[in-house]
């Protein structure tokens, strides 16, 4: 399998797997080795008591981002830490791309940046995650 086809096979399983992504209606658009964008749109539900899309939403956007980016390479890794700034207010009915990139990629830990940004591309968010590489392969090799 080349590094893609083990990206997009992984991307497939964990997602099968994923009950929350899939409830929340987060879509993946693009997996890659060391990369994932994800999409989800704003639903009613999503607003807080300031009729704004509540930040836990979007915090569960960029981490499914970072769970996907960091498992691409088949080796099964968790969050170790994160951290995330809130940018700018997004509407209901918004559509938010979560886009998650390596930046350092080592034997037992890695860091990703992941933006979020809203239908227009203007950033909203910025996470920031730690992963830890734990035991065995999200899919046999």
């Known amino acids: 399998m080349t590094p893609q086809q083990l990206a997009e096979a992984t991307a497939k399983t964990m997602y099968e797997a994923d009950a929350c992504s899939r409830a ?51 080796i ?5 830490g994160c951290s995330i700034e809130f940018l700018r207010p997004v509407q209901r009915g918004d559509r ?16 990703y940046d992941i933006r979020v940004t809203n239908r227009e591309g203007e950033t909203v968010a910025m996470f920031r995650g730690k992963s830890a590489q734990i035991k065995d392969n999200v899919i046999p090799v």
């Open 76 to 80: 099964s890794t968790v969050a170790a």
């Open 24 to 74: 929340l209606g987060i879509e993946i658009g693009e997996v890659r080795p060391g990369y994932a964008r994800l999409h989800m749109d704003v639903r009613p539900g999503f607003l807080n008591g300031h009729a704004i899309c509540h930040g836990g939403l979007m915090f569960t956007l960029a981490d499914s981002a970072f769970a996907f980016a960091r498992n691409s390479h088949n």
């Open 96 to 111: 938010l791309t979560a886009e998650a990139i390596e930046q350092t990629l080592s034997d037992r830990t890695s860091i």
